[in-house]
C-alpha cells in the first residue's frame, strides 16, 4: 500500500488548491479514505471522510471546512482529492492522506498574503 500526496504550496487567503492523493496497492473506491491535517504546535486532525463505493461514497466534514473543501474520488486514477475552497491561514497545515493504518508523507498548504 501506497498512498503519495501532491497538489500542496503557497495560496493567499480566499483562494484556493487541490490536493491529490495517488494511491497503490489497493483499490480506493473498496476503502473508506480520509484526509487529514497538522498545524504547527498541534494534533492531527481529521479533515474529511469519504465511504467506499458500496457504503454510497458518503462524504464527512469537520465543522471548520464544511461548505469549503470537498473530498473526491477518481476511480480510474485510483486517486483522492481534497478540493479546498476560501482558503484561510488557520487552514495552513501540512495534510496527509490516510487509509486505515496507512498514511502519506503530506503535502504543505500555507494560507498567507
Known amino acids: 500500500v501506497q498512498l503519495v500526496e501532491s497538489g500542496g504550496g503557497l495560496v493567499q487567503p480566499g483562494g484556493s488548491l487541490r490536493l491529490s492523493c495517488a494511491a497503490s496497492?489497493?483499490?480506493?473506491?473498496?476503502?473508506?479514505m480520509r484526509w487529514y491535517r497538522q498545524a504547527p504546535g498541534k494534533e492531527r486532525e481529521l479533515v474529511a471522510t469519504?465511504?467506499?463505493?458500496?457504503?454510497?461514497?458518503?462524504?464527512s466534514y469537520v465543522e471548520s471546512v464544511k461548505g469549503r473543501f470537498t473530498i473526491s474520488r477518481d476511480n480510474a486514477k485510483n486517486t483522492v482529492y481534497l478540493l479546498m475552497n476560501s482558503l484561510k491561514p488557520e487552514d495552513t497545515a501540512v495534510y496527509y492522506c490516510n487509509r486505515g493504518l496507512f498514511w502519506g508523507q503530506g503535502t504543505q498548504v500555507t494560507v498567507s498574503s
Open positions: 469519504m465511504n467506499s463505493k458500496s457504503a454510497g461514497d458518503m462524504t
Open positions: 496497492g489497493f483499490i480506493v473506491s473498496t476503502y473508506v
